[in-house]
């Protein structure tokens, strides 16, 4: 945190001097969030060409699809330890380096079985980077903006998601089908994967270019290097700032044995009441539904009048109002809070998908000729992307801010790795569960998707605390 007392008259220009390189040193990290939302969205334009190309049966294809989301949670889960071990920006070239082969190898792919495995590289390559971009940056920040920062994983993985749509849209129609010929005579399908390769090298590239966490260097013992990061990243101008504020950092990590997963261990319930916390907020995050309107919008957009081959084109306006949204989150975070921002989340989330789920209970038809009649259509398209607004400016990234900040120094990388792996097995179980749910009744689905959103309103009052302004230093287990 900057230091100014009075009215210095450097007081102003340190702050806006943080600002400038914190946000700088914040964004290059967010690129590995980048790479989440593009890696995990991607194969969306490519599905059907997929198909057609390796004869894929529905299981095949949908587990093409799904597998990535249990790479992601393998990888998750070890990067906390590897982060501790080997320190945070080595673990983000890690990332960078799966992200690349996966790129090449999916685009590249010869059969349907070594797509799947290249998507599962992709999967852990997104499980690294959901781990390690939000503990860094939390790390990096200055407490008066580290909720902005820590936002802006969540804006990556928007933007990443709206890139990706937008550059399956562009290969498909500049082909003409995303199974035609295109550069080279590669279909037009491998070339919406090879264009991961640009953002994995850039993200490598950056990650050589910005410092290592203090808070590592500290656990490591490079007290010297921890310094001079805290005066390039939060001004810190006087020797005797420096070292406060590393004697603080020494304090907050002082125990006897190295950081590990055991660490996590507690009293009641196998694990310590922190870490139940960002394990339900990961998993509430995933279980109110969101990303069926991401990966399954097609055949809502088609039961409130829309044509099939315009949904594509529908989903990344949808994913548009996600990005939109996500500004808002950015710019209100560090003045609301964590806590009231999740609360009206939640009950905006209640709301508007139980006005789905009573407007899908007046659907006719079965199967895919489900049809709304009358206004239910409208207001179904409506309530969906008021959700996708309450989700976006609150769960969607307060949840990452949350998860970057309220551990302490200690226990964070193993804590956030655990809570993002099962944010991906909820992810995993939401997806896979989702076409069965629909194939029972639309309204069973989204009926329960509000009951999570409303469960998930109650558990933020009863068992988070605020965290808006606090040091890292002074969160506790």
Not at 346 to 363: I, K, P, Y
Not at 422 to 428: K, L, M, P, T, Y
Request: net charge neutral.
């Amino acid at each position: 945190m900057t230091t100014s007392s009075g009215s210095a008259p450097g007081a102003s220009g340190s702050r806006q001097t943080t600002s400038a390189k914190a946000i700088g040193v914040a964004v290059a990290a967010a690129v590995g969030g980048f790479l989440f939302g593009f890696d995990s969205s991607v194969i969306n334009g490519a599905v059907e060409a997929i198909e057609g190309e390796f004869s894929l049966t529905p299981f095949l294809s949908g587990f093409a699809v799904a597998c990535a989301l249990l790479g992601s949670a393998v990888g998750a889960w070890f990067a906390g330890p590897m982060a501790d071990r080997y320190g945070r920006i080595r673990v983000m070239l890690v990332a960078a380096v799966l992200f690349l082969v996966s790129a090449l190898g999916s685009g590249l792919a010869f059969s349907v079985w070594d797509l799947i495995v290249w998507r599962i590289v992709g999967g852990l390559a997104i499980g690294v980077a959901s781990v390690i971009a939000p503990a860094y940056i939390a790390e990096i920040s200055p407490a008066h903006v580290r909720g902005r920062l820590a936002s802006l994983q969540q804006l990556a993985i928007v933007s990443g998601i709206f890139v990706a749509l937008l550059s399956d849209a562009l290969f498909a129609n500049l082909a003409g089908s995303a199974a035609n010929p295109f550069w080279f005579g590669l279909e037009a399908w491998r070339w919406m994967f090879l264009a991961e390769a640009v953002p994995a090298v850039v993200y490598g590239v950056l990650a050589l270019r910005i410092p290592e966490s203090p808070r590592y260097l500290v656990a490591r013992g490079e007290l010297d290097r921890a310094g001079g990061v805290l005066r390039e990243v939060l001004s810190l101008r006087s020797a005797e700032s420096v070292q406060e504020k590393v004697e603080s950092i020494q304090e907050s990590l002082r125990r006897e044995q190295k950081p590990s997963l055991s660490d996590l261990r507690g009293q009641r319930l196998g694990l310590r009441p922190i870490v139940w916390a960002g394990i339900l907020l990961s998993v509430f995050q995933q279980f109110v539904g969101i990303n069926v309107i991401f990966y399954y919008s097609t055949s809502l957009w088609r039961s409130v009048g829309f044509s099939e081959e315009n949904s594509l084109t529908y989903s990344v306006i949808n994913s548009l109002v996600n990005l939109l949204s996500t500004f808002v989150a950015i710019a209100i975070v560090d003045k609301v809070g964590r806590k009231p921002m999740l609360l009206g989340g939640s009950a905006g989330m209640t709301v508007t998908l139980a006005v789905m789920a009573v407007c899908f209970n007046q659907a006719v038809g079965s199967g895919e000729d489900v049809t709304l009649p009358g206004a239910y259509g409208t207001i179904a398209l409506i309530a969906a992307n008021l959700f996708v607004v309450s989700f976006a400016v609150t769960w969607g990234p307060v949840v990452w801010v949350l998860l970057g900040e309220m551990f302490p120094n200690w226990l964070r990388a193993a804590a956030l790795a655990v809570a993002a792996a099962a944010q991906w097995i909820a992810n995993f179980l939401i997806t896979v569960t989702f076409p069965v749910l629909a194939a029972l009744s639309l309204t069973l689905a989204y009926g329960l998707y509000a009951l999570f959103a409303l469960i998930s309103g109650l558990f933020v009052w009863r068992a988070i605390e605020e965290t808006k302004g606090k040091e890292l230093e002074e969160m506790r287990a």
